[in-house]
């Protein structure tokens, strides 16, 4: 893997309005909570398909390569959604 170094921000550069969560125009907050149970069970789903599709390729092929990243992307939206529900096994979903 390339080790890139990003260029610095520019001078007064500030971060960008993605993170700021306070911004309420732009969050409903209604999601239910049987919503957001069967995201999970979506996201789990969808995980297990490419962790089987990966049995099939050979490893660093380009269809491996193309299931793993989705396979490591879920994996990521498994453990926030298993947060949000409050699941005692996952401490924060970040690390």
């Known amino acids: ?3 890139y170094k990003y260029p610095a921000p520019p001078q007064g550069y500030m971060a960008s309005t993605l ?3 306070q911004d309420s125009e732009h969050f409903t907050y209604d999601r239910t909570w049987e919503e957001i149970e069967n995201m999970l069970d979506n996201a ?4 297990n398909h490419h962790q089987y599709e990966m049995s099939k ?3 660093k092929s380009r269809k491996w390569v193309e299931h793993a990243r989705n396979f490591k992307a879920l994996q990521g ?3 926030t959604l298993r947060w ?3 699941d005692k096994n ?3 979903p970040l690390d």
């Open 19 to 21: 993170s700021d969560h």
């Open 1 to 3: 893997m390339r080790n």
């Open 44 to 47: 789990e789903r969808t995980l």
């Open 57 to 59: 390729y050979a490893v």
């Open 84 to 86: 949000t529900l409050g």
């Open 90 to 92: 996952v401490r924060h």
């Open 77 to 79: 939206v498994v453990k």
